[in-house]
């Protein structure tokens, strides 16, 4: 059974860092571009970061230079590594992958950015 399961969302001041991580079970990790999305009340689920099964990475423009997204296959675990953290970073934030044209979510985390 594919499984998804983030952590690592919380209460952060502005300025502050969070790592969420995205354990998965039950799929050969190693194969697969793995992303992060995250969705804002109100607000369509966006997508944030992508990291292919080679290492290569790819960023919203909202958070370019601030949020990083790496892997350890080994581990079968994506993380989500967000520096700088904004009001607006706010949301709840999933991991996701597709397989044969199906999209497989986690339940989410949420991280709130106030002071």
């Known amino acids: 059974q594919v499984q998804l399961v983030e952590s690592g969302g919380g209460l952060v001041q502005p300025g502050g860092s969070l790592r969420l991580s995205c354990a998965a079970s039950?799929?050969?990790?190693?194969?697969?571009?793995m992303k992060w999305y995250r969705q804002a009340p109100g607000k369509q689920r966006e997508l944030v970061a992508t990291i292919t099964r080679e290492g290569s990475t790819v960023y919203a423009n909202s958070v370019q230079g601030r949020f990083t997204i790496s892997r350890d296959n080994a581990k079968k675990t994506v993380y989500l590594q967000m520096n700088s953290l904004k009001p607006e970073d706010t949301a709840v934030y999933y991991c996701?992958?597709?397989?044969?044209?199906?999209?497989?979510w986690g339940q989410g985390t949420q991280v709130t950015v106030s002071s």
């Open positions: 039950g799929i050969v990790f190693s194969i697969y571009a």
């Open positions: 996701n992958f597709v397989a044969a044209a199906s999209p497989y």
